[in-house]
């Protein structure tokens, strides 16, 4: 069992729970997750770790459906069944110059280790997030502090450039700015754009994988995603892959194989889906 010390909504339908799991904490790396279960009537589900301290860990999640909704009801003090990790490959971190680091919705919070990770590494580290409008925009305090230049953007302009985390990048790279790494967390849809503006400049990019988890520990394959010429399992060949290998249009297929049992779950327990 595993003790909730904190759930606090930080944004629109975006929740951070600090948990007491010590052995996660000792362990955990930037890149790296967590597969939860709340009790034993409840699924598991994969959420990143976004930071840890001696004995705890951080996760930031957004509620889409039953399992994230059923989360924010939870209270300090109440317990999670599981809380099973670090899984997943931690982000290979080297010294290579200049990352330009890139996350969308709740991938902000996601991108926060490995900004960190990257800047302690010694490189230049440009940040770049983008959210719906200004509400959505987290984690910014943070990952100033922690990075060397910050950019915002939001579709509706309300924070920061008007537009796309991707036209931010098009911009810095239309100036000539040398980016050695791009590494992008968030929707598939954005790390689609980003790794096909990259591809034809010949900047290596990065993408952390949001397929669908069911066990986290490679034996069911639902999380089978081809990159390259290979079938890869994200959860333990992953989560992070070479952009420009990665088949996104099969990835957004996959993420999507559950959507009726997703829906129908919804009806039953009364959630509104996100
Ligand atoms: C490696 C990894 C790290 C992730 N980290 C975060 C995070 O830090 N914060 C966060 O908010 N979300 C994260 N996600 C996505 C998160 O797991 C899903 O939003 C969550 O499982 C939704 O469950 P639900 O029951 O609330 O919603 P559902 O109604 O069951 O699903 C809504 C949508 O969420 C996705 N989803 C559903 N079940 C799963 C599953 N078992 N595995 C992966 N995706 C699923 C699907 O795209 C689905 O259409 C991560 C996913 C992966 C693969
Ligand atoms: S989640 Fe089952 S193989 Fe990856």
Known sequence: MFKILINKKIAPAIYKMELEAPFVAQKAMAGQFVMVRIDENGERIP???AGRGEKTIAIVYQTVGVTTQR?????????????????????????IGTVCCIGGGVGIAELYPVVKAYSEAG????????????????????????????????????????????????????KGEKIDLVYAVGPAVMM??????????????????????VDGTGMCGS????????????????????????????????????????????KIKGVLQG
């Open 47 to 49: 959420l990143t770790i």
């Open 123 to 174: 490189n230049r580290v440009i940040v770049i997030i983008g959210a719906r409008n200004k509400e959505l925009v987290i984690f910014k305090d943070e990952l100033k502090k922690t990075s060397h230049e910050m950019f915002i953007t939001t579709d509706d302009g309300t924070e920061g450039e008007k537009g796309f985390v991707s036209d931010a990048l098009k911009r810095l790279m239309a």
């Open 192 to 213: 689609k754009v980003v790794s096909d503006l990259t591809k034809p400049a010949g900047i290596m990019t990065m993408v952390s994988l949001n397929t669908v988890l």
């Open 223 to 266: 999380c089978r995603i081809e990159v390259g010429e290979e079938t890869k399992f994200a959860c333990v060949d992953g989560p992070e892959f070479d952009g420009h290998k990665v088949n996104f249009n099969e990835l957004m297929v996959r993420q999507g194989l559950f959507k009726e049992q997703e829906k129908h779950a919804c």
């Open 71 to 95: 989360l924010t009801e939870k209270k300090a003090g109440e317990y999670l069944l599981d809380v099973v990790g670090p899984l997943g490959h931690a982000t290979d971190v080297k010294k």
